[in-house]
């Protein structure tokens, strides 16, 4: 079994900072790109950011040169640094993860459960 385990979201003032934790646990073979993606009320989830394992990264236009990803390959784990946090970056994120099965057969999408950033202007 598979799974993700987010942790770092909460309530911040406007132009604050957070770091959001993804950590991948269970029986697999490798992770291929990790992400995170976000969901305001009231709206689809979009994207926020992604990064593959060479850590060759992708990231929303609205959050380009405020929030920035990383990976560590050896723990299984994706970051997400926020900062310059706005009210409008208020949603639950959550964590993706592209994951090989223990065979190295075949892979699929895993997703966290989420977790709330609250900022307040």
């Known amino acids: 079994q598979v799974h993700l385990a987010e942790s770092g979201g909460g309530l911040v003032q406007a132009g604050g900072s957070l770091r959001l934790s993804c950590a991948a646990s269970?029986?697999?073979?490798?992770?291929?790109?990790m992400g995170w993606y976000r969901q305001a009320p009231g709206k689809q989830r979009e994207l926020v950011a992604t990064?593959?394992?060479?850590?060759?990264?992708n990231s929303a236009d609205s959050v380009k040169g405020r929030f920035f990803i990383s990976r560590d390959n050896d723990k299984n784990t994706v970051y997400l640094q926020m900062n310059s946090l706005k009210p409008e970056d208020t949603a639950v994120y959550y964590c993706?993860?592209?994951?090989?099965?223990?065979?190295?057969?075949?892979?699929?999408?895993?997703w966290g459960q989420g977790t709330q950033v609250t900022v307040s202007s």
């Open positions: 990064i593959d394992p060479s850590r060759n990264t």
């Open positions: 993706s993860a592209d994951i090989v099965n223990s065979y190295g057969s075949r892979s699929r999408i895993y």
């Open positions: 269970g029986s697999f073979f490798s992770l291929n790109t």
